[in-house]
């Protein structure tokens, strides 16, 4: 089993680097023409409003934002300060983000086609996702989306690379970030398997559930108290 992940496909090579690159290229051409700078949608703002909240008072759990409802985990807001804290206020800082973690899918989605089928399909899955008009759209945006489906492909690339406790902690802070990354889960768990036999896939599941309550602890614990 650990042959499959060891030696199906191929490294990058020089040629692979400049496809990639131009197919990134592309990708973000498409997104920056989509981007409206001067627009937020209301969920942007809020989202945009709790990472400059982060930034300045260091408050990770909001306990001091009067009204603050914890629907989601705050782990977006603390990457979002981060950016903040680096770059200062600006409607462009808090899509960074969102425009490095789209980068990151396409590259991710490259490299798995890569290794399981070769140069052409790589390219093609690569293409497909760089010219999605929803990818698109949600790569310059301030939505938890683009991070959390960075967070997902990347645990499915790590499982398949025969590191699955690495690729179980990536599919726990997809979920974390948004509940809707665990749909990678399976996803990880096939490429696990192939990778490493039934005791990758076990590692993984560990990982990822291990992540998952030691993030969330905090709302567990203050849920049954």
Excluded: C, N
Excluded at 129 to 156: C, E, K, Q, R
Excluded at 164 to 178: F, S, Y
């Amino acid at each position: 089993m650990q042959e499959y992940g060891r030696r199906r496909g191929s490294a990058l090579t020089k040629s692979h680097w400049w496809r990639l690159g131009a197919i990134l290229l592309l990708a973000l051409g498409m997104r920056l023409a989509l981007l409206d700078p001067g627009t937020l949608h209301e969920d942007e703002a809020l989202y945009a409003a709790f990472g400059l909240h982060v930034s300045r008072t260091w408050d990770m759990l909001f306990e001091h934002w009067v009204g603050f409802q914890p629907d989601k985990h705050p782990l977006f807001f603390w990457v979002l300060g981060g950016l903040f804290a680096l770059f200062g206020p600006g409607e462009m800082v808090p899509r960074i983000i969102s425009l490095v973690s789209d980068g990151l899918v396409i590259s991710f989605v490259y490299a798995i086609a890569l290794r399981i089928s070769g140069t052409e399909a790589a390219v093609v899955a690569s293409a497909l996702v760089a010219t999605s008009l929803l990818a698109a759209l949600h790569g310059a945006s301030v939505f938890l989306d683009p991070f959390a489906v960075a967070l997902g492909v990347a645990g499915v690339w790590t499982a398949l690379r025969v590191m699955p406790w690495a690729g179980g902690v990536l599919i726990g802070l997809a979920a974390v970030a948004k509940l809707l990354g665990a749909v990678f889960a399976p996803v990880a768990l096939a490429a696990a398997v192939a990778a490493a036999g039934w005791r990758g896939g076990a590692r993984l599941v560990t990982g990822a559930v291990l992540t998952f309550l030691v993030l969330y602890a905090p709302a567990l614990v203050g849920a049954w108290m």
